[in-house]
Structures are given as C-alpha cells and as structure tokens.
C-alpha cells in the first residue's frame, strides 16, 4: 500500500495516508490531523 505525504502549510505538520484514503488526485480533500486545516499539501515521496 503506497503511502502518501503531506505537510500542513497552516501548522507545518507532516502526516502521511494511504493510497485509498488520499486517492484525490484532482483536489484534496485531506485535512491536517493536528489543526484540521485543509491547506495540506501533497509532498514527493521520500527517497
Ligand atoms: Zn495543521
């Protein structure tokens, strides 16, 4: 199961979903788990 991270730009939190939960591609609808903004951005995979 790939998993997929992300950073909130309001708080800078970094939490990560899988592939199933975070299946949008054409607009997240993800929300950041600490501050529950929806301003969470989609990072590259980690090397
Ligand atoms: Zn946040």
Redesign the pocket.
Known sequence: MPIYEYR?T??D?DFALNATIAKSENGLDVG?P??D?EQAQRRLAPS
Do not use: M, N, P, V
């Open positions: 909130c309001d708080c939190h950041c600490e501050c903004s």
